[in-house]
């Protein structure tokens, strides 16, 4: 007997790292919340999968530090592009859901604009640079709607001729669900130092040992630390505990990021979206980078010189809110002067805390999720056309 084929509207949702899995995952549960009935398939990794996505690919070992590793998983990343562009020219689906992840879903965007699919891009290659232009513009001409996480963002697309929606940041959404936790008086009990080696296993390898050095300066100074090392949910726990066993075996490990965020006097942080959380979250943080001697050679020869930050909390302001620490300012010693320092000033972690508030200001309200579910709602239904009804919806 014959299947009934499935009448139901259909949504394609393809992240391509675990910052996306993890906001595809809030956007999906809106969605379903809304419209149980939708099919949702999704090109992600364990929590779009928690969220009842129907996982096509799995998109956990797609990210790379580097050009080298990038290289080494462009053949995989290709063969994922030639299926999904199969796929939308087979059975396209009624609304494609892009979710940052720029050199991969660009091309994916393209391919369906050509093809007249209906798309939705959530945080557009770019959006947190204030003067980017040439993605913007591409984002700007090819997708149907884009919903960005920051205003200036929403600002350029327009400008662009697209069409878009400053919709707040997600990760507002993440950090709102805790319980306020206050730090404890210093000499009452033993300060926790959050340690965040990165979330591939190839930054933990570089810079978990960079981390450890340094804390190891530190400790030496106040013994009663406590230092904690985040397990982010890319890396598997047995690497993980592997790693600080070797390196830092008096450091606890948690799963629970947030919490700790929340619990730590000072964060040692890697460079990247773990910085941001940090910023909302208010911490006190010194972001430090580190990568194998064939990254070293190429920020020698390609980066050094062209890259003002790398910490979002600075790119966002423009100046250096928290200290960097990489390259060849990225020494152990300079690290654990700067962890030293905060430790001890309350007065610095005071005045680093009201900046980092202030650069929260701008990132909106918490309800991205929500608010990019009604724009995806919205260009399902075809209700006046997604520009009409989706300018409607107010932070």
């Not at 087979?90 to 007249?116: C, K, W, Y």
């Not at 006097?265 to 990568?291: H, K, Q």
């Not at 990132?363 to 260009?379: D, I, N, V």
Request: hydrophobic fraction near 45%; aromatic fraction near 6%; glycine fraction near 8%.
């Amino acid at each position: 007997m014959t299947p009934m084929p499935d009448s139901r509207q259909r949504v394609l949702l393809v992240a391509g790292e675990a910052s996306g899995d993890l906001h595809g995952a809030r956007l999906v549960r809106q969605l379903r919340a809304a419209r149980p009935e939708l099919r949702i398939q999704a090109v992600g990794a364990r929590r779009l999968r928690e969220a009842g996505a129907e996982i096509l690919c799995d998109c956990s070992r797609f990210s790379a530090l580097g050009v080298y590793e990038a290289l080494k998983r462009v053949p995989r990343l290709l063969l994922v592009l030639r299926r999904l562009r199969a796929l939308l020219a087979s059975d396209p689906p009624d609304l494609l859901v892009l979710i940052d992840f720029g050199a991969f879903n660009m091309r994916l965007l393209r391919f369906a604009h050509e093809r007249g699919i209906k798309t939705l891009y959530y945080i557009p290659p770019g959006c947190w640079v204030k003067r980017m232009v040439s993605a913007t513009r591409r984002v700007a001409a090819l997708a149907d709607y884009i919903a960005t996480p920051f205003p200036w963002s929403e600002r350029l697309l327009r400008e662009a001729g697209g069409r878009a929606k400053f919709v707040g940041h997600p990760l507002l959404d993440l950090l709102e669900e805790l319980p306020p936790a206050e730090e404890p008086p210093p000499g009452e009990e033993s300060p926790i130092v959050a340690l965040l080696p990165g979330s591939r296993d190839a930054e933990v390898r570089h810079i978990l040992p960079l981390i450890a050095r340094a804390l190891r300066l530190v400790l030496r100074r106040h013994p009663k630390l406590r230092p904690v090392v985040s397990c982010a949910p890319t890396i598997a726990r047995p690497y993980l505990e592997h790693q600080v066993r070797r390196w830092l075996p008096e450091a606890e490990i948690t799963e629970d990021t947030y919490r700790l965020l929340r619990g730590a006097r000072v964060g040692v942080i890697a460079s990247g979206s773990a910085t941001l959380e940090a910023a909302i979250v208010g911490l006190p943080m010194v972001v430090v980078y580190a990568g194998s001697w064939v990254s070293w050679i190429q920020y020698l020869l390609f980066v050094r010189g062209r890259i003002k930050y790398i910490a979002l909390p600075n790119i966002l302001a423009d100046r250096e809110l928290v200290p960097e620490r990489y390259g060849e300012r990225g020494s152990p010693e300079e690290i654990a002067a700067e962890v030293t320092r905060l430790i001890e000033d309350r007065s610095a972690r005071d005045t680093m805390k009201g900046e980092l508030k202030r650069v929260v200001s701008e990132l909106g309200t918490p309800g991205a999720a929500r608010r990019t579910a009604e724009l995806a709602l919205a260009l399902l239904e075809g209700r006046g056309g997604p520009a009409e009804s989706a300018d409607a919806i107010a932070l």
